[in-house]
């Protein structure tokens, strides 16, 4: 628990907030750039606010999770704080929920600001279809649940890592091809995908299994247009998130456990 | 410090200098340079996954703002002064939609540019239509449809079938309305009858209710016309001249009148008309013009 309060401390004495802040400033003009559409007004300002939202976490999540536990090696913190009675794991895992932290007061902070936005543009232009609050909470808290997974790969690769480029570039291509995992896969089950070789098709079928599927976290589009929700898919999917996050920090703990800290 | 000063100002001044040629040099680029080349959807799905809304936005918001820029005058609000490149305006509008079927903002705009403008009338109701496939609950997109099918294309058929989506989705009478009369003048005038019953069965306004209920009523004297219009085809081996013949040559026992007080008539293709143009006219003269 100390190590997650002392990573929350570090991130707020990194000036991390105050970058926040600056960017959030954005959300000042999304009324105004809202305005320009021709017949989505709300649905505009509410795209352009969980864009935002879903940049800063991510920005957030591969910085925060690639730089703590290399910096920490890199200062030569690590040596100090595993004299303390703490395992490599804990250590670990406190390094994560301390991150995890920080990134939901954030979701918190700038979830609040998307809300009040798009209070605002829906009673100044009433849309056609009642904005689906429920949906926009929902699609944040996904969102949220994403990040997590994101910053468990960050740390994974921080665990192995001793330079700052594998968990940063690591982390963003784990995003780009969990972003289009389910889309190869429905690339590969469709009537084009029957022309590749049996072979590509079990690669790309086991690939699929194994990498990380973002699609199913990225819940935008029923916020947007006030879809309904499906409760059973975004129960599996927070499930699925939540357990596929527990496995990559599992994973990280056990390689920083045997790690050489030379 | 000192010494930093005079660099600024001079550096400074060479921006001013420059701003002007600068400005001019971008607001004169080719527009389709200024529209850019969106790439392929597919690509940018891969690329930008949590971002394609954003970017369906993004891009739709360059064609509206290139469009803008098209008609540049004030004083002429809507006069196209620049040359328009539709085919690049249509293919980024198409790219957006891939990007997000659901946005409005897309298919207003596909079907400004598109059937208006650009005449390409089959090509804007298929966006129209691709996009009620995602749009479940608009009906403003079969209304868009159903006018480019019934006043471009002149296919009533689908032009019934437009207007009756949009009266389902809308509950608006005048839909509902337009759907029985194109199914009726696309010869399906049973199907027109059955369509205004089950919309009277859901109607609750009392004017809605009587305006339904009359219009059922013509169609059904014309269904009777073009059934022995029919037979005495069948009989007699050619069309009959004008309605009246049915009666004269007891096909009908009398001509059924038109609730909106015209007169019925065929036309040359042998579809049954009426004076009235099933409303109710203003003048009580009018309803006597002949066709």
């Not at chain 1, 990040?147 to 468990?152: D, E, P, Q």
């Not at chain 1, 699929?208 to 599927?213: E, G, H, S």
């Not at chain 2, 597919?42 to 008609?71: F, H, N, R, W």
């Not at chain 2, 409005?104 to 090509?123: E, H, P």
């Amino acid at each position: 628990m100390s190590i997650a309060i002392v990573t929350f401390k570090g991130i707020i004495r990194d000036r991390v907030p105050q970058g926040i802040l600056s960017c959030a400033l954005i959300f000042l003009v999304i009324p105004a750039v809202s305005a320009l559409s021709m017949r989505q007004v709300t649905e505009l300002s509410l795209t352009l606010s969980l864009s935002l939202v879903s940049f800063l976490l991510l920005l957030l999540a591969i910085f925060l999770g690639s730089v703590s536990l290399w910096r920490d090696v890199e200062r030569r913190y690590t040596h100090g704080v595993l004299t303390l009675p703490i395992s490599r794991g804990r250590y670990v895992v406190g390094r994560f929920v301390g991150i995890s932290t920080f990134l939901f007061g954030t979701v918190i902070f700038l979830g609040g600001l998307t809300l009040a936005v798009v209070a605002f543009v829906s009673a100044t232009y009433v849309p056609e279809r009642a904005v689906a609050w429920t949906a926009v909470i929902a699609a944040l808290g996904f969102e949220m649940l994403q990040c997590l997974l994101l910053v468990g790969f960050a740390v994974l690769f921080s665990s192995v890592s001793t330079s700052f480029f594998l968990p940063v570039f690591g982390s963003l291509a784990v995003y780009l091809v969990g972003g289009a995992s389910q889309q190869a896969y429905d690339y590969v089950l469709s009537p084009a995908g029957q022309t590749l070789t049996p072979l590509v098709r079990q690669v790309a079928e086991v690939l699929y299994y194994i990498l990380p599927n973002f699609s199913a976290f990225d819940l935008k589009v029923n916020a947007i247009y006030a879809l309904p929700l499906d409760p059973s898919a975004i129960a599996l999917t927070a499930c699925y998130g939540l357990l596929y996050t527990a496995f990559v920090l599992i994973l990280a703990a056990a390689i920083y456990s045997r790690r050489e800290l030379g | 410090m000192k010494g930093y000063f005079a660099p600024a100002v001079c550096v400074l001044l060479a921006y001013l200098v420059l701003l002007g040629p600068f400005t001019r040099a971008m607001a004169q680029k080719p527009f389709e340079e200024k529209l850019g080349l969106v790439p392929n959807p597919k690509v940018l799905q891969v690329l930008l996954p949590d971002y394609q809304e954003v970017m369906a936005a993004s891009i739709i918001g360059k064609v509206i703002l290139y469009y803008g820029s098209l008609t540049g005058h004030l004083d002429q609000p809507g006069k196209i002064i620049y040359a328009a490149d539709y085919p690049a305006m249509s293919r980024t509008v198409h790219a957006a939609l891939r990007l997000d079927p659901y946005n409005m903002d897309g298919y207003y705009f596909g079907q400004a540019i598109l059937a208006w403008d650009a005449r390409q009338y089959q090509l804007a109701s298929d966006l129209l239509e691709y996009g009620m496939q995602h749009r479940t609950w608009d009906w403003q997109l079969p209304f868009f449809a159903g006018f480019n099918y019934a006043y471009f294309l002149s296919d009533k058929e689908k032009a019934a079938q437009m207007y009756m989506r949009a009266g389902e989705l809308s509950g608006s009478a005048l839909f509902n309305k337009l759907a029985g009369r194109y199914l009726q003048e696309s010869g399906q005038t049973q199907m027109a009858i059955d369509y205004l019953q089950t919309m009277l069965k859901g109607a609750h306004n009392p004017a809605v209710k009587k305006s339904l209920q009359v219009r059922i009523e013509a169609f059904q004297a014309v269904l009777l016309i073009e059934q022995a219009r029919d037979r005495y085809k069948s009989v007699k081996g050619r069309a009959p001249g004008a309605v009246e013949e049915l009666v004269v040559d007891g096909f009908l026992d009398t001509l059924p009148p038109d609730p909106y007080g015209g007169r019925f008539y065929f036309d040359k293709n042998q579809q049954v008309h009426t004076t009235s143009k099933f409303a109710f006219s203003s003048s009580p003269d009018s309803s006597d013009s002949t066709p």
